[in-house]
Each structure stands twice: as structure tokens, then as C-alpha cells.
């Protein structure tokens, strides 16, 4: 009767949080900042299988209760009620649970802008191919959405950690306007007004080579994987590639698009090789 009432307080919490938009186990996740295949291996399942225990896909044991909520330093009678432990609490029990595994530089669930990184990736795109007749502002935007999404996706790291909105053309970062602004002002770059076909067109072509040295080798690696993977794209194609992303499909119009979204890919877009596929 114990392990029913479990099961059915586990069940009916998860659905709760589905409707609310929220996830108990994903913000414990997120404010511990462990991996996916970090909590995975605790539970000794392979991370698609944990990914289905995130999003409510999959019935949460209680064998894997007892081993998340010591994981996390609470009671299994306050993990069940979804308390959260105070932010305070947390670092501690993170070095002593991950060891060499944690880096006080680890991922966060708030994406991390560099703001300088996003000026020098956005001058070394336009100097590959922002002088191309079909490459305007709104081709730009969803390059560096696909570089960071892509990115976190593989290596579970931010590159640029640009924030990006959900609108009618697609992912756009949030600071855009701004950046080009300044941009603009320290003479970086120069606006064009041009047409394309029928459509009015933005583009920015640049006025200074770009400095790389903020990249690794693997960050700029991608980079020129994802200029070389979208150069031919105009803005309808790209546009309407990038509506087909989950990321994209799954968040609210005008509202910010979540990066762990991106480990809910469909085989399409997903830029990464998971362990274990086939486990149940």
C-alpha cells in the first residue's frame, strides 16, 4: 500500500508540474548544475531513459526516489512534496556527490551572455559570408542560434550563451538590437539597406577582422561547421528550417527559448551521438 501510494503521489505530482510548464526534477538538476549523464549514472540508467524521467514520460521508482533524493540531501518524504533545498545548501553537497566531476565553472540553467564572444562570432560570420546577396540580418540570427544551440547540445557547455526569443521569423537573440547599436557606433560594423528580389533587406557587413583568441579550437571548429551547413540558406529556408527545432516548436511566442530543450531533438536536427539509445 506504501510503495502504491508512492507511485501514485510521484505520478500525480509529475502531472501537475507537465501542466504548469515546471519539472521538480529538472530544476533540482539545474540548481545543482549536474549533467543529464551525471544524474543518470547514479541511477544507473542510461540518460534517454533518465531524459523520459524529466519530462514525465516514464514512471519514477522508488528505488530511483531514494537514490535522487539523497543525491540531492533531502528526505524522501521532501522530495516526494518537491521541496526545493536553499541555494546556500547546495554547493557543498555538489563538490562532495560529483567530485572531480564538478567545476565551479559548470553549465547553469540561466544562459550565460559574453557579450565581447557574441561581437567577435558575429564579425567572423559576416566576414565569411555577410557579403553574399541572400545573407541578411535574419539569416545571421539563426547561424548563431544554430552555433549555440548546437554546442550545448554536444558538449553541454555555453559557447556564446546568447539568450534567444521565440518570434514570427524564428530564434532571435534577445541583446541584438543593442549590440548592433554599439557595434555600429564604434565603427565594427556598417548597416546596408539593400533588397532582395521583392524583400526588403538588413545587412551588416564588417569593418574589422575578427578577434578570435576567445574561441577554442573546438568552439570555432563548429562554428565554421555551421556557417559552411547554412551559407546557401536564404531567410525563408533557414527561417522555416529552424521552425521545425524543438527548441523552437516548444516555447511560447515571444518567450525565451529554454537551452535543455535541445535534448528533446527529433534525429533531424540533433548534432549529437547519445550512449545507450537503445535501452529501455
Known sequence: MLYSGIMYLCQYKRLYFKILGMNYLQKLRRQYGYSQDFVARKLEISRPTYILLESGKRDLSIREA?????????????????IMPEEGETVNLMVKESGAEYRSDIRVAVPQENVEKFREVLLYILAKIGARPHIGEAVIWKILYFI???????YEEQLIGAR?????????PVISTQILEEMEKQGDIVRVNTKYFQYEQKKYLPLRAPDL??????????????????????ATQIREYSHRDVPWITTASQAEIDYESVFYRTPEFSVRAYAGDDES
Not at 531514494?66 to 518537491?82: H, I, K, Q
Not at 549555440?148 to 554536444?154: P, T, V
Not at 571548429?221 to 540558406?233: A, H
Open 66 to 82: 531514494r537514490v535522487l533524493s539523497n543525491l540531492y540531501g533531502l528526505d524522501l518524504v521532501d522530495f516526494l512534496a518537491e
Open 148 to 154: 549555440d544551440f548546437d554546442y550545448y547540445e554536444k
Open 164 to 172: 534567444y526569443k521565440k518570434n514570427h521569423h524564428g530564434p532571435t
Open 213 to 234: 583568441s576567445c574561441l577554442s579550437a573546438r568552439e570555432k571548429t563548429l562554428i565554421d561547421e555551421e556557417i559552411e551547413r547554412f551559407k546557401d540558406y536564404n
